[in-house]
């Protein structure tokens, strides 16, 4: 897929965000489908921490000097450390807006990047930074779908309706 393609798709990605995180009441933001799972407060945090601190930082990392250290980061830990479950709402979300908005702003001004260059990775492997680019795009895939799996858990189980006439989950 083109470069363009995925920075088209990030851009875009930032409204399917902004809908998913709208309309949802105090109640459902900490609700969570099973006590181990994220609700939809930490998925935010998380997208809004990795907006900020991973994704773009990297590829522009990789893009300037692919040698370069990247610097050491936790997403799984900022749960508990960064207190995702004490974070305002709306303010992360305004945050997390915001800096996708500036992230697309910097990539569609990048002339002629190198998307080859590559980092070594010591868990990944060689990352190019169209790999990171592309990378990116499916870690929003992925939240989009668990935004969404747990919006229908929630009705599921809120409604106390049979959700089989919807069709198969």
């Given at each position: ?51 900020h601190?991973?994704f ?11 040698a370069r ?8 830990q ?13 303010e ?11 992230s ?28 990171l ?37």
């Amino acid at each position: 897929m083109e470069e363009t393609v995925i920075i088209k798709k990030l851009a875009a990605n930032k409204g399917v965000f902004e809908h998913l995180f709208s309309h949802v009441s105090p109640k459902e933001i900490l609700w969570r489908p099973y006590p181990e799972h994220w609700c939809i407060l930490e998925i935010l945090c998380h997208l809004h921490d990795n907006e900020h601190e991973d994704f773009m930082i990297r590829v522009k990392s990789v893009l300037d000097n692919p040698a370069r250290p990247f610097k050491s980061i936790e997403p799984g830990q900022w749960v508990k450390e960064r207190a995702y479950l004490e974070q305002d709402f709306n303010e992360k979300l305004d945050s997390f807006l915001r800096k996708r908005v500036e992230s697309i702003q910097w990539l569609e001004r990048l002339e002629t990047p190198t998307w080859d260059n590559t980092y070594h990775h010591e868990t990944f492997g060689k990352l190019t930074a169209r790999n990171l680019l592309t990378n990116w795009l499916a870690h929003d895939n992925l939240h989009i779908r668990q935004i969404t799996r747990i919006k229908y858990l929630y009705l599921k189980e809120k409604s106390g309706e049979n959700l089989n006439y919807a069709g198969n989950w």
